[in-house]
C-alpha cells in the first residue's frame, strides 16, 4: 500500500539557518504531494503541494518537488525563523484518502 | 472564507460511555473525510463520503460509525468508548471525491 517515511525529528536550528526536512513516499499510480503543518494546539493546515513529477510547491519561503525517479518530495526553506516552529507532515494522495508520515517537529532558537 | 466547521472543539467523556462529533464542510463541497491523530502520532484515516454514500474506509473500529446528511454534513459515532479513544479527531472536506482537502480545526476527545 501507500506509504510515507519522514526524516525523524525532533530538529533544533538557529534563527536563519537552512531547513532541509526529507520525506520519500512509496505508491502504486501518481500521487499527489502534500506538506501540512501544524502549530501547537492547532489544526492541519496546507503548506504547499505537487500534482505531479517535477511540479514544485512553494509557499511562505518553503519548497519542494515532487522527484518521481527518487520518489521524494523534500521540504526546504532557505532562512527559517522563529514563527516556523511547528509539526510538519509529507503526505500523498492517492485516488481518495491522505496517508500522512509520522512528522518532524522543528523548534528554531532565536 | 469559509472553513470547514466541527463541534464541539473539546469533549470529556468516561469510558463506555458514546460520543458523537459533527463536522459541517465548505459549502458546495460534497466529500467528507475522518481522520484520527493520537498524542504524537501523525492522523490516521478512518472513514470517508461521497455524496452521502461511503466512498472509503480505514482503520474505523467497529464501535465507530459515521454517516453524511443530506445537507452534506457528517457525523462519527462513537459508542463503548476506551481510553485509547483519546485523540483529535479531524474532518476534512473537498469539492470532489479525490480532490485537495480542507481540515477543519479539530476535536479534542479524552476519554477518563
Known amino acids: 500500500g501507500n506509504s510515507v517515511t519522514q526524516m525523524e525529528g525532533p530538529v533544533t536550528l538557529s534563527e536563519e539557518a537552512f531547513l532541509t526536512i526529507n520525506c520519500t513516499y512509496t505508491?502504486?499510480?501518481?500521487?499527489?504531494l502534500f506538506w501540512y503543518v501544524q502549530y501547537p494546539g492547532e489544526g492541519l493546515q496546507l503548506l504547499l503541494k505537487?500534482?505531479?513529477?517535477?511540479d514544485k510547491g512553494s509557499n511562505k519561503g518553503f519548497e519542494a518537488t515532487y522527484r518521481k525517479e527518487t520518489t521524494s518530495f523534500h521540504l526546504e526553506k532557505g532562512s527559517v525563523q522563529v514563527s516556523d516552529s511547528a509539526v510538519y507532515f509529507c503526505a500523498l494522495q492517492g485516488a481518495q484518502k491522505l496517508v500522512f508520515g509520522q512528522g518532524t517537529r522543528l523548534t528554531i532558537n532565536p | 472564507a469559509a472553513g470547514v466547521i466541527q463541534s464541539p472543539r473539546h469533549l470529556i467523556k468516561e469510558k463506555r460511555e458514546t460520543a458523537t462529533l459533527k463536522c459541517y464542510p465548505i459549502p458546495r463541497h460534497d466529500t467528507v473525510y475522518w481522520y484520527q491523530q493520537g498524542p504524537g502520532q501523525d492522523p490516521q484515516f478512518l472513514i470517508s463520503?461521497?455524496?452521502?454514500?461511503?466512498?472509503d474506509k480505514g482503520s474505523i473500529p467497529d464501535r465507530f460509525s459515521a454517516q453524511q446528511f443530506s445537507d452534506y454534513h457528517s457525523e462519527l459515532n462513537m459508542s463503548s468508548l476506551e481510553l485509547g479513544d483519546s485523540a483529535l479527531y479531524f474532518c476534512a472536506s473537498s469539492l470532489r471525491s479525490g480532490g485537495e482537502q480542507y481540515f477543519g480545526p479539530g476535536t479534542r476527545l479524552t476519554v477518563t
Open positions: 505537487a500534482t505531479k513529477a517535477d
Open positions: 505508491a502504486t499510480g501518481y500521487p499527489s
Open positions: 463520503f461521497y455524496e452521502k454514500m461511503q466512498s
